[in-house]
């Protein structure tokens, strides 16, 4: 992108209401066109909703939404058109395939035959194309019907039918939730391929926040709703407890605590969210002595990778249901011997936390 390109998607005061419950809340966000742009939150925190928002499907309650420079939804105007224009472009695949009742090819090939500007040959070549980039053969598989696949070969189905159409956009809920390992990794190399073919702009929702850290150009955090952070960020979700001298605690499931300065605000502990940017773990073999004023937890290693854009290190560790990301350089990494399974111990000042 130049620097004068406008963002793809532009989307101010953006509200969604479900009764009488304001689900999504989104004051300013742009995406860039070509970019990798993850989004995580707790359950119910409003991502699949901005999804469909961002697919077209839906249309908010207020605000205003801008695709590719042109207004597509702003309370009051009518852009039926253009909206229908713009679906085209953009595609989202969820968590569940939902494939039609038809076969593999006819799967695949649907969207090409509604666009009518392929010959017979031409779709059997971008269908099979699409069928070997998720790591199926169309030979074997594209005369086979919906109920003759597992799980995972479906959903691998149901991203080749996408990607035959070579989308400006692919948004991705959830997508590799309820496969096999395998077709993970197909689903997830074949959306990044996507992007580096034809420039597809990918936006990922996945609770896999380590992949989303590998993959992602951006990070937006969502809460209740709104974007509470935007970056690799650690976020500690309630209840907390108050403590004396202005500190707040968080009882882990494994009888540790962990230790933050008190929020300014009075609001209820039970809800509070605590940001805590992965620069500011320090992981250690053993501990030396002395930290009282810092949290020092035994955790395990879970996961380990590059981080997109740093060539730093993000190494997960988890200890009684918390998971932390700690960013490392690649040496740190090597002269601690760090690998999954690893005992460590993450030290992390009270004072490094910030409450959103
Ligand atoms: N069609 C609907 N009608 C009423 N409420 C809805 C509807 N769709 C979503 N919601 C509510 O909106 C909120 C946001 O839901 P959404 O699915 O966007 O969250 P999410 O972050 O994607 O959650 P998850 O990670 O569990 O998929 C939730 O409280 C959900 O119950």
């Known amino acids: 992108m130049t620097a004068s390109a406008p963002p793809l998607y532009e989307l101010r005061g953006i509200r969604r209401v479900y009764g009488k419950r304001t689900v999504l809340d989104i004051d300013h966000l742009d995406l860039a066109a070509g970019r990798v742009v993850g989004f995580v939150g707790p359950n119910g925190s409003g991502k699949s909703t901005l999804l469909r928002l961002l697919a077209f499907l839906e249309a908010p309650d207020d605000g205003l939404l801008r695709y590719g420079g042109r207004i597509l939804w702003e309370k009051g105007m009518t852009c039926d058109r253009e909206r229908i224009e713009a679906r085209n472009e953009v595609t989202l695949l969820l968590q569940e395939p939902y494939l039609l009742k038809r076969s593999v090819f006819d799967n695949v090939a649907y969207g090409l035959r509604i666009r009518g500007d392929l010959s017979s040959s031409e779709m059997k070549d971008r269908a099979f194309q699409a069928l070997r980039s998720v790591g199926l053969d169309g030979a074997r598989f594209a ?17 080749a039918a996408r990607l035959a159409l070579r989308p ?12 096999d390992v ?4 197909r689903i997830q190399e074949a959306a990044l391929r996507a992007r580096d073919e034809w420039g597809t702009t990918l936006l990922l929702v996945s609770h896999d926040q380590l992949w989303i850290n590998d993959v992602a150009d ?3 955090h969502f809460f209740g709703g709104r974007i509470i952070a935007i970056g690799p960020e650690n976020l500690v979700f309630g209840p907390w407890r108050k403590e004396l001298d202005g500190l707040v605690v968080k009882d882990l499931a494994d009888g540790q605590r962990l230790r933050a300065l008190a929020p300014p605000s009075s609001g209820p502990l039970d809800e509070a969210v605590a940001a805590v940017d992965p620069g500011s773990l320090l992981l250690a073999i053993s501990v030396p002595e002395g ?6 937890l035994r955790c395990s290693v879970a996961q ?4 997109n854009g740093t060539g730093r290190v ?15 350089t690649g040496e740190a990494v ?5 690998h999954p399974g690893r005992d460590v111990s993450v030290l992390v000042k009270a004072s490094s936390f910030r409450w959103v």
């Open 143 to 159: 005369s086979r019907l919906w109920y003759q696949l597992s799980g995972g070969e479906a959903q691998r189905v149901a991203l």
């Open 168 to 179: 400006r956009v692919l948004l991705l809920d959830e997508p590799t939730s309820s496969v």
């Open 182 to 185: 395998q077709s993970a990794l």
């Open 218 to 220: 951006e990070v937006v």
């Open 291 to 296: 930290l009282s004023a810092r949290n020092a």
């Open 304 to 307: 380990m990778v590059y981080e």
């Open 314 to 328: 993000l190494v997960k560790v988890q200890a009684g249901g918390l998971a932390l990301t700690a960013r490392l």
């Open 334 to 338: 090597r002269e601690m011997g760090l």
